[in-house]
Nanobody, 124 residues
Framework: QVQLVESGGGLVQAGESLRLSCAAS????????VGWFRQAPGKEREFVAA????????SYRESVKGRFTISADNSKKVVYLQMNSLIPEDTAVYYC?????????????????WGQGTQVTVSS
């Protein structure tokens, strides 16, 4: 059983940066994929970025490439999302997921392993 707690969200202006953290507790495996999804009001929850605890197999959605960086500290069991050059379209609740599977060109979360979410608001 893996539990996840996100932190680091806030209100920033366009062009500024935030760093999100996801602290995991319980059992984790180096080959498992962990990462971030986000959900804006009125929209579906969408994939943002994923990484294996080993640091391998990094993936991002196209709209955040070059701006966001995901990393994982397996010893501390913390996953980070460094978000630079934020734009209003990044406004959403960001959720950490501890069991992401890639299939059919999409990244699917494990519904058992969600964090509570952290709000990111980017003003223009």
């Amino acid at each position: 059983q893996v539990q996840l707690v996100e932190s680091g969200g806030g209100l920033v202006q366009a062009g500024e940066s935030l760093r999100l953290s996801c602290a995991a507790s319980g059992r984790t495996f180096s080959g498992d994929a962990v990462g971030w999804f986000r959900q804006a009001p009125g929209k579906e929850r969408e994939f943002v970025a994923a990484i294996r605890w080993s640091g391998a197999s990094i993936s991002y959605r196209e709209s955040v490439k070059g701006r966001f960086t995901i990393s994982a500290d397996n010893s501390k069991k913390v996953v980070y999302l460094q978000m630079n050059s934020l734009i209003p379209e990044d406004t959403a609740v960001y959720y950490c997921n501890g069991g992401i599977i890639g299939s059919g060109g999409r990244y699917h979360p494990n519904p058992r392993y969600w964090g509570q979410g952290t709000q990111v608001t980017v003003s223009s």
